[in-house]
Structure formats: C-alpha cells, structure tokens
Antibody, heavy 121, light 107 residues
C-alpha cells in the first residue's frame, strides 16, 4: 500500500522560502510515475504547482515557475517543493500526489493528507 | 480554462446529480473528476473522461467529448455530498488545470 506524507514548517515569514517535502513509502515503482504538487488556499479550489519525473524532468505552472523549484530524490523516496519570496497569497494546504499512469501526467490517484502552510509575520 | 456549472447543486438523497465541465479549447482524453469532502484530500473518481477508479461505486459515471464533459451521480448517497472538481492536462508543454468546482449539498 502506497503511503504519501507531506511535511512542512507550518509558518513562514513573508519574503522567505517555503519548503515542503513529500515522503513516499510502500511503492517500489515510485520512480516510474510523475509526482505532483498541488495547493489549495483556504476556502478555494485546487491549483497545480508542478510535476516531476525521476530527477531531471520537471514541469511547472507558468504562473508560479519563477518562484518554484520541485525536485526528486528517488534513492530517498522524497519529493521536495520550494517556493521563494512568499506572500500571504501562498498560504495554503500543499498536497503531494502520484499519477495514475506510468511515465505520464494524467490524473492524480494517490494523495497525501496535505501540509498546511501559513505565511505571516 | 475550465468552467464548471452549476456552482452549487442542491439535491436530496436518491436523486441524480449532473455536473458539467466545459473547456475553453478541445481537450483530449485527459479529463478527470475528483471528489473532496471537508477537511480531506481530493479523491480521484474518474479519469480519461469515463474510466472509474477501482473501488468507486458504479453510480458515478463520466462522459463527454471535445470541450463538454459531464459527471453523473445516480441515486445520491449521503457520502456523495461534497465538492467535485474537473481537471485536464494540456498536451505540450504538459500543464494541468483544475475547474473551480461544483458543490453538491443537501436540499
């Protein structure tokens, strides 16, 4: 059974960098899938941040690309997200999710419970 | 851009829910639907327009083509009252968009 667990700082100061990690267990084929970060601001809908496949293939939401870095460490089964120069608008629950399809971005079948991050001084 | 309508659907248990998702341009087969209950992560229920995820009840069905897609929930059960999001993936470069959601609540 695949388990996905996000962890984050809880509170981040404006203008600083937000870092969230996603730990994956129970999936020996994890490196065969895209892993995606999605966020949800309070009371709002879902926003795709970006997706990573293994180490070198990453796609970003164009609206966030200048401030976001997504990386994967397959040996540690960890996917990381960094968002620079955060503002209150980055306050959200950050979800990590695994795709349905091998080697493709399609739909997100397995989700973590999310990491709530508040940007505030 | 994805548009979902209605914004809110007020129904009673046992009724049928028909949720719509419209894309601003033709979408391939990468159309999915998610259910989100309060305080929970979204749950994938339909992908590739009409494929039901293993374990999702048969009362959920997806259909549509080109720019217009529908999620139908027959015989609404109490646990079906939630927010539903549609999602597409563009071909190249790959990018993902979610619709704004439709809330299904008790009449």
């Amino acid at each position: 059974q695949v388990q996905v667990q996000e962890s984050g700082p809880g509170l981040v100061q404006p203008s600083e960098t937000l870092s969230v990690t996603c730990s994956v267990s129970g999936d020996s084929m994890a490196t065969s899938y895209y892993w995606t970060w999605i966020r949800q601001a309070p009371g709002k809908g879902l926003e795709w941040i970006g997706s990573v496949f293994r180490v070198g293939i990453v796609y970003y939401n164009a609206a966030l690309e200048s401030r976001v870095t997504i990386s994967a460490d397959p040996s540690a089964s960890v996917i990381s997200l960094k968002v620079n120069s955060v503002t209150a608008a980055d306050t959200a629950v950050y979800f990590c999710a695994r795709d349905t399809a091998y080697g493709d971005i399609n739909a997100f079948a397995i989700w973590g419970q999310g990491a709530k991050v508040v940007v505030s001084s | 851009v994805l548009t979902q309508f209605p914004v809110t659907l007020s129904l009673s248990p046992g009724e049928r829910a028909t949720l719509s998702c419209r894309a601003s341009q033709t979408v391939g087969s990468y159309l999915a639907w998610y259910q989100q209950r309060p305080g929970q992560a979204p749950r994938l229920i339909i992908f590739d327009v009409s494929k039901r995820v293993t374990g999702v009840p048969a009362r959920f069905s997806g259909s549509g083509t080109a720019t217009d897609f529908t999620l139908t929930i027959n015989n609404l059960q109490p646990e079906d009252f939630a927010i539903y999001y549609c999602q597409v993936r563009t071909s190249w470069p790959p990018a993902v968009t979610f619709g704004p959601g439709t809330r299904v609540d008790f009449k």
